[in-house]
């Protein structure tokens, strides 16, 4: 943050001096308010990043062609905030003048138009608008196939992309598919323990667990934990993630002590890693209880499940959907130690959310 505080300050004083030495619309004004508002973007202050994105397209609509490059740039820059406040309308609309003018402005396989379309699709798959988001992410593909090497890490990203959106879809064998492309370029493109392949095997165990091929999918999760571990700190959150995966693909297998091992080991990580109260711990705890649970521990699944609940009960709104599964987990448990009138409690208490 303190690198950033700086180069708002440099970029700042930058903008004053041409304030006072250049015309009130001069393209290096415009220059200097997207570099501003990039820096804002990348603290987060989407608000004040958007203020000077806009000032900066302002002054390129009054001094440059109306379909120059840099006014696409300002377009893309503007959807990117829209799209990480989660105005995804605005996000689309933006995305698309921008695509508008490169395709006036650029050759017609340029990587600029990909990258257009690929945000297009990033939009549409947020906005659960999976078969427009698919089409999106093809059109960038296609672009990319033609504009770029084999290999190049971009294609990586596109085949990515459309598994997720398949995924998305509950098509799992075509969403393996595009993952598995995927993984295949990164593992000519990038060093073996980058972060993205471990993103790629990550990807797959989920579509093989989805598929129910746990011991693909087991190795697969094993293979994205095992780079993982090289290249994050130990209490990173992404490993706990990690843990979670594996120890769901061991509770399906029926390797409940394995399954618990891999939940607390998840739980461990987060209670370092992310505040008390963050609903991630829950998910933990309901699964260690869930584990507990399969094992005929029913006083280890009871505390577990009752910390889940403690936490939801601070972390979600009231009414929300996974009060009912804490609440029928713990009926379940009443029910299996005979306790059937609090076991009837807490299946009334899911019934009623």
Do not use: W
């Not at 690198?3 to 001096?17: C, D, H, N, Q």
């Not at 549409?124 to 504009?147: D, T, V």
């Amino acid at each position: 943050m303190g690198e950033y505080s700086k180069a708002l300050s440099s970029y700042e004083r930058s903008l004053e001096i041409r304030k006072i030495a250049l015309p009130p619309n001069h393209p290096s004004l415009a220059a200097s308010y997207n570099n501003i508002g990039v820096v804002y973007d990348n603290m987060g202050e989407y608000s004040k990043a958007l203020s000077s994105y806009e000032q900066s397209l302002e002054i390129r609509k009054v001094a440059l062609p109306p379909n120059h490059p840099s006014l696409a740039d300002s377009y893309n820059n503007i959807g990117t905030v829209y799209d990480n406040m989660g105005e995804y309308s605005k996000a689309l609309s933006s995305y698309e003048r921008s695509l508008e003018i490169q395709k006036k402005a650029l050759p017609p396989n340029h990587p600029s138009l990909a990258t257009s379309c690929n945000n297009i699709g990033g939009v549409y798959n947020n906005m659960g608008e999976y078969s427009k988001a698919l089409s999106s992410y093809e059109r960038s593909l296609e672009i990319q196939k033609i504009a770029l090497p084999p290999k190049h890490p971009d294609l990586a990203y596109s085949y990515n992309n459309i598994g997720g959106v398949y995924n998305n879809m509950g098509e799992y064998s075509k969403a393996l598919l595009s993952y598995e492309r995927s993984l295949e370029i990164r593992k000519i493109a990038l060093p073996p323990n980058h972060p993205d392949l471990a993103a790629s095997y990550n990807n797959t165990g989920l579509m093989y667990y989805n598929m129910g091929e746990c011991s693909k999918a087991l190795s697969s999760y094993e293979r994205s934990f095992e780079i993982l571990k090289l290249v994050l700190p130990p209490d990173h959150p992404d490993l706990a993630t990690s843990y979670n995966n594996i120890g769901m693909v061991y509770d399906n297998m029926g390797e409940y002590s394995k399954a618990l091992s891999s939940y607390e080991r998840s739980l461990e990580i987060q209670k370092e890693a992310l505040p008390p109260n963050h609903p991630s711990l829950a998910t933990s705890c309901n699964n260690i209880g869930l584990a507990y649970y399969n094992m005929g521990e029913y006083s280890k699944a009871l505390s577990s499940y009752e910390r889940s609940l403690e936490i939801r009960k601070i972390a979600l709104p009231p009414n929300h959907p996974l009060f009912a599964n804490c609440y029928n987990n713990i009926g379940l448990v009443y029910y299996n130690i005979d306790e059937y009138s609090k076991a009837l409690q807490y299946y009334e208490k899911a019934q009623e959310i």
